[in-house]
């Protein structure tokens, strides 16, 4: 990440990494105006981390700008997504599912002896201190009666853009984790300014705000 980038230009450099976008497709799902969107394109643009093309529209609509992402982190998740996307085209849907899965259950081996024995609260705190290390910037808090497990970011949204599935084992993986049900309420995937997960379990002894 580049030195002083703020959130929407990183959200807007991990959307182009996996696709090419107009200015504006970008501000409908980063629920952001045109206007805002062409200014940090122009920041981004200049510090040499995306490049614009005209692109020729279909039927006889004038040609339309399209901005790509160009730094060394783009060809990697471009080919996460293109590998993704043949996958599906070949074997269904079903197979992308099935291998981030099999990565989640990796996961849930190697974290879950870590929350052995823990309290809700202990369990949330070791969950988002890893996700932070991770990328996340991960908190949680204690609010009318429920626990909230928040991401600041998602490193792999330029991934969760095109493959919902990013999203919906990342829940799974949450709920067999802290061992209690889960429902995501925000997405950043969707334009949310965060991913806001709500953990279905009371606790009966934490009145307080944390962390």
């Known amino acids: 990440m580049a030195l002083g980038m703020g959130e929407t230009k990183l959200r807007i450099l991990e ?3 996996s696709r090419s976008s107009c200015v504006g497709s970008l501000a409908e799902s980063l629920g952001i105006s045109k206007v805002a969107v062409h200014r940090h394109l122009e ?3 200049r510090e ?31 080919m996460c997504a293109d590998v993704l996307t043949h996958l599906k085209e070949l074997f269904g849907d079903g197979l992308v599912l099935e291998v981030l899965n099999r990565r989640n259950n990796k996961l849930l081996e190697e974290l879950a002896p ?36 928040e991401q600041g970011r998602c490193p792999k949204l330029a991934l969760s853009l ?9 829940l799974e993986l949450y709920q067999k984790l802290l061992g209690v049900p889960v ?29």
């Open 15 to 17: 959307t182009l990494r």
């Open 43 to 45: 920041d981004l643009e």
């Open 114 to 149: 870590h929350l052995e024995g823990l309290s809700l609260e202990q369990k949330l705190y070791r969950l988002a201190e890893f996700l932070t290390e991770q990328g996340y910037q991960a908190s949680f808090f204690y609010e009318n009666g429920r626990w909230y497990l």
């Open 183 to 211: 429902t995501r309420e925000k997405r950043i995937s969707t334009g949310g300014d965060c991913c806001r997960y709500r953990i279905e379990a009371e606790s009966p002894s934490d009145q307080q705000n944390t962390r």
């Open 48 to 78: 040499g981390l995306v490049r614009a093309r005209l692109e020729k529209s279909e039927g006889r609509g004038r040609p339309k700008q399209v901005y790509q992402a160009v730094d060394e982190q783009a060809p990697y998740a471009r």
């Open 162 to 170: 095109e493959h919902s599935e990013f999203c919906h084992t990342e």
